[in-house]
Nanobody, 122 residues
Framework: VQLQASGGGLVQAGGSLRLSCAAS????????MGWFRQAPGKEREFVAT????????DYGGSVKGRFTISRDNAKNTVYLQMNGLKPEDTAVYYC????????????????WGQGTQVTVSS
């Protein structure tokens, strides 16, 4: 599967953005999807994950209650709604896919998009 993330940009603290990740192919519903982020000089950090049918979701502690992951299998797209953005949310955001692992570990995802930059100004 090929993944294309979009929707990043520059936003003021307290604002909102919605990221999208479009997947190629006709088997999108067979993939668990995740969002991760990486700030300069830091390790890649788990943001959120969603299971095949969009029933189960999990979030990293720093975004819980502010971010929402969802998916539309008919459109082969996963979303990340980000509200209440903070300067510390500034990072490159990546979407990832895996057939088997519902996990917060980036090492368990086989497929990655190219990333989209999110910058939050104070």
């Amino acid at each position: 599967v090929q993944l294309q993330a979009s929707g990043g940009g520059l936003v003021q603290a307290g604002g909102s953005l919605r990221l999208s990740c479009a997947a190629s192919g006709r088997t999108f519903s067979s993939y668990i999807m995740g969002w991760f982020r990486q700030a300069p000089g830091k390790e890649r950090e788990f943001v959120a994950t969603i299971d095949w049918g969009g029933i189960r979701t999990d979030y990293g502690g720093s975004v819980k209650g502010r971010f929402t992951i969802s998916r539309d299998n008919a459109k082969n797209t996963v979303y990340l709604q980000m509200n209440g953005l903070k300067p510390e949310d500034t990072a490159v955001y990546y979407c990832a896919a895996d057939r088997r692992h519902y996990s917060s570990s980036p090492n368990l995802y086989d497929y990655w998009g190219q990333g989209t930059q999110v910058t939050v100004s104070s």
